[in-house]
C-alpha cells in the first residue's frame, strides 16, 4: 500500500502563493504517477496537475496553467504543488492521488487513473 499524506493548504489573500505538499510512504515502488485533484462540496472533483513519479511529463488543468507549477522529488519521496496568483475561484480541498496504470497520456486526468489517495487539505482564497 502507499500512504499519502498532503500539506501546506491555508488562508491566502488574492493574487497571494501557496506551496503544497504531497509526502508519499509504503510501497512507493508502486506509484507510476501523481496528481492533484480539487473538489468542493456537491461539484465534482476536477483535475489539477499530475506529474510522473521520475519529475517528467507534466501537464496543467486550463484553470492552472502558467500559475502553477508541479514538481517531483524522489528522494524525499514528495511531490510538490506551486500555486501562484490565486483567486478566488481556487478555493477547495486539493487532494494528491497516487498510482496509475495504463496510459498516463491520455488517462493522466481521470481519478480512476489513481489507486490511492489522501486525505486532502483546504485552501481557502479569500480577502
Known amino acids: 500500500q502507499v500512504q499519502l499524506v498532503e500539506s501546506g493548504g491555508g488562508l491566502v489573500q488574492p493574487g497571494g502563493s501557496l506551496k503544497l505538499s504531497c509526502a508519499a510512504s509504503?510501497?512507493?515502488?508502486?506509484?507510476?504517477?501523481i496528481a492533484w485533484f480539487r473538489q468542493n462540496p456537491g461539484k465534482e472533483r476536477d483535475f489539477v496537475a499530475s506529474?510522473?513519479?521520475?519529475?517528467?511529463?507534466?501537464y496543467y488543468a486550463d484553470s492552472v496553467k502558467g500559475r502553477s507549477t508541479i514538481t517531483s522529488d524522489n528522494a524525499k519521496n514528495t511531490v510538490y504543488l506551486q500555486m501562484d496568483s490565486l483567486e478566488p475561484e481556487d478555493t477547495a480541498v486539493y487532494s494528491c492521488?497516487?498510482?496509475?496504470?495504463?496510459?498516463?497520456?491520455?488517462?493522466?486526468?481521470?481519478?480512476?487513473?489513481?489507486?490511492?489517495w489522501g486525505q486532502g487539505t483546504q485552501v481557502t482564497v479569500s480577502s
Open positions: 492521488a497516487a498510482g496509475g496504470g495504463g496510459s498516463y497520456t491520455n488517462s493522466h486526468a481521470r481519478p480512476r487513473f489513481y489507486d490511492y
Open positions: 509504503g510501497r512507493t515502488d508502486k506509484i507510476y504517477a
Open positions: 506529474i510522473l513519479w521520475s519529475g517528467a511529463a507534466p
